[in-house]
């Protein structure tokens, strides 16, 4: 396979498996593959695929940031806060707050050199504790207007609920960031070669904080989504969810060691679990085995991203392995 | 002895310096004497003891993963399913076969994570939060979601409340811990393959080591001695908990990074397991004495470990410059 | 010959390009220049040679900004310039060309070549900082690529990316271009296409400077020629003829020291033999190397020439055709663990990368590779550690004396003779393999090591060392093997004198 080719294939990996998954589900339960469930499942997959487009931008800039989920809490809760004070659209406070705590992930990792894991795990447990602070201790933040919130978390408007719709905005919005914007050119040049980004003259600390950033915003948003689906800020939800944040991401052919990614197949990552997941429900599987299956997704998306690795070193000149010469 | 040291050596090195980390501990522990009421009894200092025993057994095991430049996030899940595990082995095996299944199951999940790193080569994150989500999804799946309860039996609540010369086993089994892994890390083989290949991979691999099996056993240790961890826990709560310790990787995490080990593998000692474990314990337990919410646990324990990373730096520094003062 | 045959050129021409003078940079302990000179024509193609540590790569980073010196004058066109970063060096028209460093192979082509557009300054779009398409393969057309815009770099061949990154730098305004070991991983016809997209640059008025340990494509390409030794200028813009290619050689290794390696007492029994091995990674598999017991081997070949990678084939630290055996026992290329059970010691190039662990102290560094015989029952028994390594380390002036202290804080000479004691302590030692053994070391620990090097010789042991320091080869090998271009061009007895070396190693029609 030479390198371009595979550079292609890595992105049609979700898109295969989602055909593969739907194929399989619609033989074990018919009511799978009915129309009713595409478009319920439409409008479950957001909440999901804005945490792995977010986490895409990390894992593009050679990191990956643990702490989305508990971000997504947080700014979920304080959205819900905020919307009560304010009205409905105060809920969108979410996005500045997981923006700040995107900022402050980004910080330590570009400015002062901290590791990803480290830093990200630091700040999800500080982050975990804020929420449940301000929450008095985990309780729920119901929100005033649930009913409205629950109104465009669910009706279908043409196909999707308008969130959906505006999730789906976002979404199109980091595919622009990505292809179309500086910024995301930048952070892709980084995953690339980091070495190189300072010998053309770019600043490799502001390009990694801004993935943080761009990361922090995006589970901002699906916190927000959270909180109008549940009709209330739930300020302990999330675990689990950088798990199955990475593992969209990665099965969406975001190349682990950083500079390749593509928005659309991260979507399609994120909708494969969401077949999953949903699949297994409707064939009467036991939601815990559905987590076995994500666990073991997760799993597999590693062994897809370390078999690509190894078909692109072996059959292409690129990098030679660790411990020879070049 | 001519053999341990060379001629020109000024003086033998003080080879068991306390580590930074034993300072903050002791500064804490006065701090918490002093300003925090009750802080100081008998009764709660042997509590704070008792859980950070459970917290300590589990962290050698998250040390030697570290030593070796990986990093575990396996473990809550798997005690919880060691825990399910052993309550429903109990009828059949009775309570000793019951935690030995349960204990058994940890290790096993601890050598597929070192197998998928060591031979496969994946990023130790993926491997440990793909296995935490299949152990907690298989726990969850064998008791339908909900806790079960164990029959009441002595010979079952001995780990967590039995009592050996006065001292109370989880605290036996932390101090035994402790030794056994001081005696690997500093005296056995394994121990220093661990340190090489965390140290170095590539120029282990140069110097004839086989990387492979050396971090394969290291996460096989590690999980055995989550599975004392998750023996003790067991038998603590009496019940088979799917959701039994979800901060069990993020504490034991903690407690390494605030002992002074960089997770890039390669350096590190039991002490400062052990100190880092001491200041998360009464972290925890003060936050509770002050009558502060429990959620401050977790503020304090997030902002402690980038605290200690950020410090370790400069930590270094100043042990570079102490030793350049000595020669 | 010396610096003084060259009467210095005048700064004052005005056909000067750029004019660095009484160049300075120290690093710790260690002066990389002392007083470094170079001067570029404009439209002149200038070749910098000079062996490892001379300072030639100190002076290149010096000159795009990457390092500021301590002492010295640069001057642009006649005006004085100080640097402090590689942008600046660029917007000032020094354009560096590095092997492949400063490419994303993840980006397309199209992206690549308008890199420094894309990563500098604030703006929202990269719409309008890629270069125009039309431009941007007049460019590619120049130096004779003809490649897809929205291809991935990643998949051209290293040789095309080169070329890549040439084409990138006409999109800068040139006006020095600074060529560092181009050539590295180009083929023969790439390499041409190189050349002569320099030469066309040049006639337009540029200056380039052109850093190669290849001699045809120095005489092929360059003009004039300067050669640094040991952070000095020896030779300093002389035009290419003046000097033949073993004056030009001698001026980089210097005078010597002509001493007579130890004497082989007879010719003993093959122990380490590897055949159908490949140098470098586009060699053939088609080269046998047999060491006997005994005999230091000098493994020599000019940097690239394929010698470094020949010799990790043969420590087992490398996969690749061909087999390898010591005494009875086979092993494949690759497996170094078996050869490390085997007795085959093996020292890396690259110190820190390969070969040491920074965290751990010297004397677990030297043990590493007997750790088996020290443990019983998975007991390491301290005592016997420090016995097996300690005298090593003794004898090998460990300095400071502390086989406790961590590796990390001990000078690299000392670092590099924590590596000798530890491939001397393998157990079973059958056969040494040294890459680089004193690269980047003093002289005091380069005359320790040698004299390790040869008492293991003494007693038995197959060694085989590779180097491209040529007076190191002198005095320790009884025979030299001469890798060039991924072939054993030349075996030559230890009788043979310095120019015969200095021939084969160039490929001058001497040999």
Known sequence: ?326 | MMAKRLPGTSRPLRLSRPPAVALVCLGLFLLCCAFVPRFATFGNIENVLRVASILCVVACGQAVVILLGGIEFSFGASAALASVVTVMALPVLGPVGGLATGGASVIAIGAVNGFLVGRLALPPVIVTLGTLMMASGAAAWLVGGLPIDAPPSAAFSWPARGRVLGVPVPILAALLACAALHLMLAHGRIGRLWYHVGANPVAARLAGLDVTRITTLGYAVAGAFCAVGAIILTSRVASGQPALAPNLPFETIAACAIGGLPLSGGRGRVSQVVFGVLTVAMLNNAVVLINLPVAWQLVLLGLAVLAAVGLQKDWAVLARLARRTDR | MSASDDAPSDDTRDDLALVATGIAKVYGATCALRSARLALRRGRVHALLGENGAGKSTLVKILVGAVTPDAGHIALAGAPVAFGSVTQAIRAGIVPIYQHLSLFPELSIHENLSAFALAAGGGLWTGRRLVDPARARGWLKEVGLDVDLAAPLGSLSLGERQLVEVARALSLDCRVLVLDEPTAALNADEADRLFAVVRRLCASGTAALFISHRFDEIEALADEVTVLRDGRTVIDAAPIGRHSREELTHAMLGAGVEAAPARLSERAAPVLVGRGLAAGRHGRGSLDVIVHAGEIVGLAGLIGSGALSLAATLGGAQAGPGELSVGDASFMPGDRRRAAALGIAYVPADRHAEGLFGALSARRNASVSGLGRLARLGWLRARAEAQMVDPLLRRLKLHPALPEAEAATFSGGNQQKLLIARGLAVPGLKAMVLLEPTRGVDVAARGVIHDAIREAAASGVAVLVATSDLDELMVLAHRYLVVREGTLAAELPRSAPRAALLAALSGSAAA
């Not at chain 1, 196909?159 to 910024?183: D, E, I, N, Q, T």
């Not at chain 1, 197949?265 to 969401?274: E, I, P, Y």
Request: proline content about 5%; hydrophobic content about 60%.
């Open chain 1, 1 to 326: 396979m030479t390198p371009r080719a595979e550079g292609r294939a890595r992105f049609l990996v979700a898109p295969a498996a989602i055909l593969l998954a739907a194929g399989l589900f619609g033989v074990a339960s018919p009511g799978f593959l009915s129309l009713d469930n595409g478009l319920s499942m439409a409008g479950q997959i957001w909440i999901l695929a804005l945490l792995a487009v977010g986490q895409m931008f990390a894992i593009a800039a050679r990191g990956f940031d643990i702490s989305v989920g508990a971000v997504a809490a947080l700014s979920g809760t304080l959205g819900a806060m905020a919307a009560n004070a304010i009205g409905l659209p105060g809920l969108l406070l979410a996005v500045p707050v997981g923006l700040a705590c995107g900022t402050v992930n980004g910080w330590l990792i570009g400015r002062a050199r901290f590791q990803p894991i480290v830093a990200t795990l630091g700040t999800l447990l500080a982050v975990k504790g804020l929420a449940l602070l301000v929450s008095d201790d985990g309780q729920v933040v119901p929100l005033e207007a649930a009913a409205r919130a629950a109104a465009l978390s669910f009706d279908a408007v043409a196909g999707l609920p308008p969130l959906g719709w505006a999730a789906l905005a976002a979404v199109g919005l980091a595919h622009v960031v990505l292809r179309h914007m500086l910024v995301g050119r930048r952070i892709l040049m980084l995953g690339s070669n980091p070495e190189a980004v300072a010998l053309v003259g770019a600043v490799p600390w502001r390009i990694e904080m801004s993935a943080y950033q761009l990361c922090g915003a995006f589970a901002g948003l699906a916190g927000a989504l959270m909180t109008a689906r549940a009709g209330a800020g739930l300020p302990t939800e999330g675990a689990g969810m950088e798990l199955q944040s990475i593992a969209a991401a990665v099965i969406g052919g975001t190349v682990l060691a950083g500079g390749r990614a593509n928005v659309w197949a991260v979507l399609a990552g994120a909708t494969f679990v969401q077949v999953v997941l949903t699949g297994l429900n409707l064939s009467g599987v036991s939601p815990f085995i559905a987590q076995i299956a994500v666990g073991a997704v997760i799993l597999a998306s590693g062994l897809m991203d370390a078999g690509l690795r190894t078909l692109l070193t072996r059959f292409s000149r690129l990098s030679p392995p660790k411990g020879t010469f070049r």
